[in-house]
Each structure stands twice: as C-alpha cells, then as structure tokens.
C-alpha cells in the first residue's frame, strides 16, 4: 500500500508540475501579448504624431476644408484624379492611417483602452469633419478604406464597455 501512496504522490507531483509550468507559461504569454498590443498602439501613436504625418494632417484639413467649400464638393476618388500629387498624398496618408488604424483595432492588434485614450478624440474630430462625408458616401471607393474606418468609427464611439 505505501508503494501505492509513493508512486501515486509521485505522479501528482509530476502532473502538478507540468500545470503549474503550462499555466505559467500561459500567464507570459498572455502579459507578453498584452505588453506588444501596448507597444502597437505607442508606435501608431508616434506615427501619428511625427512631422510627416502632421504635414499630411495639415494639407489634408487644407484641401477638405477648400472641397467643402465647392458646389459640388469631390469625392474622394475625384480627388484623387484632380488634386495634384502632394495634396492627394496628404489626403491618401490621412486616409489609409485611419484605415490601418481600424484594421488593427478590428484584429485585435492594439491596446483598446490605450487606442480608445490616445485616438478617440482625434478620430472623431477627423471622421465627423471630413472623412464621414467623403469616405463613407463614395459608392466607388475601395470597399477596404469604408470597412475599417467605419468599424474605427463604430468602435472608438461606443460608450465605455
């Protein structure tokens, strides 16, 4: 019976070993997952933040705010095929930042209570000047650019969870 007792507490130890180091790992993984989403969400904001992208902010709000102005405002693909090369590039940067910016909240690539903090006003100050209004209602733009800042939209707007 002892022999019994022996080799059974052996196999528990053994058994309690392999779940105490799986569960651990599991813990590191997890924190270190959470620790790249953090640092994923940092570097977009730096992104957002840097001189370039300022740049392009600031001749996009330029070139929107002028569009606005007009009768018959462009959408965004007549932008593209009338604005010259540097002002389409400022509003493509605006653009395709906050597309990435919704692909990554969508795929669960971004810290969502640091995005929420550090994009939340900005997107929606963006997407409710301009992007709304051009973006979301030209029918010929590409489904890709529509789908994610609209679930951005969705998503960075949403009262607290």
């Known amino acids: 019976m002892d022999i019994w007792l022996t080799i059974l ?27 790249e989403k953090r640092d994923s969400t940092i570097k977009l904001y730096e992104e957002f933040q840097s001189p370039d992208t300022l740049q392009a902010r600031i001749v996009a709000r330029s070139v929107f705010t002028e569009n606005l102005k007009k009768d018959c405002p462009l959408t965004i693909n ?7 090369p ?12 906050f597309e990435r910016l919704g692909v990554l909240l969508k795929n669960d690539y971004l810290d969502q209570k640091l995005t929420k903090s550090l994009f939340a006003y900005d997107f929606s100050w963006w997407y409710g000047s301009y992007i709304e209004r051009f973006v979301k209602e030209d029918d010929k733009i590409e489904a890709a650019w529509g789908q994610y800042i609209e679930y951005a939209s969705r998503w960075l707007t949403m009262e607290k969870r």
Do not use: C, K, P
């Open 9 to 35: 507490g052996g196999v528990l130890g053994i058994a309690g070993a392999f779940a105490g180091a799986w569960l651990a790992n599991r813990y590191e993984r997890r924190g270190q997952r959470e620790q």
């Open 78 to 84: 007549e932008m593209r095929e009338n604005l010259d």
């Open 86 to 97: 540097v002002q389409w590039h400022a509003v493509s940067v605006v653009i395709t930042f």
